[in-house]
């Protein structure tokens, strides 16, 4: 069982930065692969990057080049450095957690999921 929470949500303005930090519980974090995911108001959630056990990564194209996703795993937390931010990453962000070691996109093949944390983007 693995639990997480966010922090680290907040407004900024648009070509700003913010890290997002997602701790979790458990002696077995090093185990799983993570993820970041977001949920703009109205719309679905989303895929923003994934992280195995080793540090491999992968993102979606919308934040490629923008966003760093790293792991901690003597500290049992995830990252996310959130670079040149857009009002369109505006969105509550969720770290989620997959039983397996080898990353995914996909919402799905997620086993744990924190609350999620708010930012906002003005412009």
């Known amino acids: 069982q693995v639990q997480l929470l966010e922090s680290g949500g907040e407004l900024v303005q648009a070509g700003g930065s913010l890290r997002l930090s997602c701790a979790a519980s458990g002696r077995t974090f090093s185990r799983y692969a993570m993820g970041w995911f977001r949920q703009a108001s109205g719309k679905e959630r989303e895929f923003v990057a994934t992280?195995?056990?080793?540090?491999?990564?992968y993102y979606a194209d919308s934040v490629k080049g923008r966003f760093t996703v790293s792991r901690d795993n003597a500290k049992n937390t995830l990252y996310l450095q959130m670079n040149s931010l857009k009002p369109e990453d505006t969105a509550v962000y969720y770290c989620?957690?997959?039983?397996?070691?080898?990353?995914?996109?996909?919402?799905?093949?997620?086993?744990?999921w924190g609350q999620g944390t708010q930012v906002t983007v003005s412009s």
């Open positions: 989620a957690a997959r039983s397996v070691n080898y990353y995914s996109i996909s919402i799905s093949e997620y086993n744990y």
């Open positions: 992280i195995n056990w080793s540090g491999s990564t």
